[in-house]
């Protein structure tokens, strides 16, 4: 398995806790009525506290750039291309996006958006191999 591959085996991971994170502040699981409600059907959710509103925002924007890694390293691993911008490109995502989701959630305005330019240059890397 290349570095790129595992890699997306560790962004799915990431992606998973991320959205479990999100989902249990959201329901506030830490508590036995939150508990309650995220082993239901979760009807009748409290209003969410602003954390928990910038958790599941990471979590969507996580689950939405993790669909489209994916895609691009497994189109390159499909059609044989090795090349050196895969894997740092791979690495680069990862790790600025490793960074981004503590960062959105805390609510750090401005290096959020530097943070997920950099994941996007990882991407761009990546999609310069395959055109």
């Avoid at 239901?40 to 996580?62: F, H, I, K």
């Avoid at 995502?93 to 943070?115: D, E, K, S």
Wanted: charged share 15%; no cysteine; proline share 3%.
């Amino acid at each position: 398995m290349t570095n790129a591959l595992a890699l997306v085996v560790y962004m799915a991971i990431v992606t998973w806790l991320t959205l479990l994170i999100a989902s249990m502040m959201r329901a506030r699981g830490w508590t036995l009525p939150g508990i309650i409600l995220a082993l239901g059907n979760r009807e009748n959710m409290p209003e969410p506290l602003a954390v928990a509103d910038r958790a599941d925002r990471a979590a969507r924007n996580t689950l939405e750039n993790f669909v489209l890694f994916a895609a691009l390293v497994l189109t390159a691993h499909a059609m044989g291309v090795v090349d050196h911008r895969i894997e740092l490109g791979a690495e680069i995502f990862f790790w600025a996006r490793l960074a981004y989701i503590p960062i959105y959630i805390a609510g750090i305005i401005y290096v959020r958006t530097v943070v997920w330019t950099i994941s996007i240059i990882g991407l761009g890397m990546i999609t310069s191999t395959l055109l």
